[in-house]
């Protein structure tokens, strides 16, 4: 016996292939993330390649040296300072001619005598340019985190060359980061300048980088040395072979003001012809910074906020083109 | 983790921080290696002996202060009888004079009210212009930052040779280096963490490419004669002053007196 067959053979028809749906090509813009990495190379190199990093330190230490003695306190204890040199020459005129004493007898009285008018003036103008500069120094002193400006640069710059890179030769999974990245940097870059005091701390910088362009020199440096010697040896006779000069009360008075007040007068002055001294690097720091865009007539300082505005939105529309590039399907080929 | 991966970081940590330690300390002051060229240390007191002048004539411990550029020509220090105030003598301080193979540093706070320098160890505090100063040697030299070896000395021939970079003056709220040879000064500007980059870069010079570390000091020491048998020692130097207001005028120092063996001082003192 034989058992029927329970099923009988089925004949399908072939069926038609499977073609899997494919994602719409997407166009990959290379401009944009030209744009990226070029803006970023250069963000990172130049600021190490020009010397930025010490340039930066060198007018933040200048500012930070300059905090003791520019003071409006402080300025008007260096007035006050002059005075007391000044009324000392008055007595000592008034000794010199009640007494008649020959000038050869005490030599470094005559000499203050003599040179304290020009010490006086001199004094007096380099106090006048540093009262004057004291609110563009506030300004600048106000930025903060000035020397911090160079890592940021170098930062941003990282981030934009990393996200152009990815965008020209990475994964497109990881486009949509790099955009993102791209962004943020370049939103960095506009935001620190407009919403710090950057702008005004930096016009500030150039006026003061040119007000205490006559007083940051070599030569007002021995100049004021010289001035110092001057009057160091003046007060030293003043305190000593001098005091057996008969004099009137009133320059008796003043004369011992004046050596009495020595001690602190010779220490405000030295402390600010040291801190001048020893800063001269600095300041040249300083100006080399704002001569960088000389060439194309514009104050480096000045320009620096607008120019990290500017590279920011470059940086921001470049990202968004690349954002945009993402987004688009390419036209299907006819 | 893996353990040996963990042990071979740990490993690398602790190389990399001694590394670092022994480079700091090979920054931070003379080696006594070379001893056996340079002579035999004295480690001691010298036992200054106080100044005295006969007309221009002067004997002692004392120093001048030449002006910029005027060789021969010195300030005169009203406060000084020495050689029409040409000259300025010293006394031996608390300690009576120099210790070699350790500091004595400045106290806390150097100065008092009216500018007045206040240490006391190495001399007397001295009137200069009206304003007392004084003498000390500090690890880290006051005005330019640097660390410094302790005072050192060498006897080789009859002739001695010392090292008194951390030689430092203070006066009217000023301090100076005045030292031989001049420590370099560590006081330009760094941008942030250039320091520690340097000290990094500094060891791994030194240990990877055989490059010696970055001089801390320039110029020649001091220089004198020392009789072993009587301890007599006499040492002298000039010291540019390099920096600060009095940029450029240069010190002129005369140590005389009786050096006297002692166990090697404290490092800090």
């Not at chain 1, 994964?171 to 990245?181: C, D, P, S």
């Not at chain 2, 004595?104 to 008092?112: L, V, Y």
């Not at chain 2, 009210?113 to 190495?122: E, Q, T, W, Y």
Request: proline content about 6%.
């Amino acid at each position: 016996m034989t058992t029927p067959s329970l099923l009988a053979e089925l004949t399908l028809p072939a069926a038609p292939p499977v073609v899997r749906a494919s994602a719409a090509p997407v166009r990959r813009r290379r401009a944009p993330a030209l744009v990226l990495l070029v803006i970023g190379s250069l963000l990172v190199v130049g600021p190490i390649a020009g010397g930025l990093f010490v340039k930066v330190a060198s007018g933040q230490q200048m500012i930070d040296a300059f905090a003791p003695y520019i003071t409006l306190d402080s300025l008007d204890q260096y007035d006050g300072d002059l005075r007391t040199l000044s009324s000392g020459v008055k007595s000592v005129d008034a000794v010199y001619a009640d007494q008649k004493i020959p000038a050869a007898k005490y030599p470094g009285v005559t000499a203050y005598r003599t040179d304290g008018p020009a010490i006086d003036r001199r004094a007096t103008t380099l106090l006048t340019r540093i009262r004057a500069a004291q609110p563009d120094y506030q300004r600048v002193s106000d930025i903060g985190g000035f020397d911090r400006i160079p890592f940021l640069l170098v930062l941003c710059g990282l981030a934009l060359a990393h996200a152009g890179a990815v965008l020209l030769g990475g994964r497109r999974q990881r486009a949509g980061g790099a955009v993102v990245l791209a962004l943020a940097a370049a939103v960095v870059l506009i935001a620190y300048p407009l919403v710090g005091s950057l702008p005004a701390g930096t016009r500030a910088g150039e006026r003061l980088q040119h007000a205490l362009a006559p007083v940051m020199t070599r030569a007002t440096v021995r100049q004021e040395q010289d001035d110092f010697v001057v009057l160091v040896q003046a007060v030293g006779e003043l305190d000593t072979a001098f005091r057996a000069e008969p004099r009137t009360p009133q320059a008796h008075a003043q004369l011992n003001t004046l050596v009495k007040a020595w001690p602190r007068i010779s220490s405000d002055l030295a402390s600010l012809v040291g801190t001048i001294n020893d800063n001269l690097t600095d300041y040249q720091a300083l100006s080399d910074l704002d001569a960088t865009t000389s060439d194309v007539g514009v104050s480096g300082l000045k320009a620096l906020p607008w120019f990290l505005v500017g590279v920011g939105a470059v940086s921001a529309l470049a990202a968004g083109a690349a954002l945009a590039s993402q987004k688009r399907p390419r036209k299907a080929l006819a | 983790m893996n353990l040996s991966t963990r042990t071979g970081r740990v490993l690398l940590a602790a190389t990399v921080t001694l590394g670092l330690a022994l480079g700091a300390t090979a920054c931070g002051g003379g080696s006594k290696n070379a001893t056996s060229s340079k002579g035999t240390e004295l480690v001691g007191i010298l036992h200054i002996t106080p100044g005295s002048a006969q007309g221009s004539k002067l004997s002692g411990t004392w120093f001048r202060m030449q002006e910029i550029g005027k060789a021969g020509k010195y300030m005169v220090n009203a406060n000084s009888k020495a050689d029409g105030g040409h000259a300025t003598l010293l006394a031996p301080g608390t300690s009576g004079g120099l210790r070699f193979g350790g500091y004595q540093s400045a106290p806390t706070p150097a100065f008092d009210a009216k500018g007045n320098a206040l240490a006391a160890a190495i001399t007397r505090p001295t009137k200069f212009f009206g304003v007392d100063f004084s003498i000390s040697t500090n690890p880290t030299d006051p005005q330019t930052k640097t660390q410094v070896a302790p005072p050192t000395v060498y006897l080789k021939d009859g002739k001695i040779t010392a090292d008194l970079s951390a030689w430092g003056v203070t006066w009217n709220n000023q301090v100076f280096n005045q030292g031989a040879p001049k420590p370099v000064t560590s006081t330009g500007a760094k941008a942030i963490g250039q320091e520690k980059a340097e000290k990094v870069w500094d060891w791994v010079a030194g240990k990877y490419l055989e490059k010696a570390p970055a001089a801390t000091i320039t110029g020649k020491g001091a220089t004198g004669t020392y009789d072993p048998t009587t301890g007599k020692f006499v040492l002298q130097w000039r010291s540019l002053i390099v920096g600060g207001p009095f940029n450029q005028f240069t010190g002129i120092w005369h140590l005389e007196g009786v050096f006297k063996k002692a166990a090697a001082a404290p490092s800090n003192g």
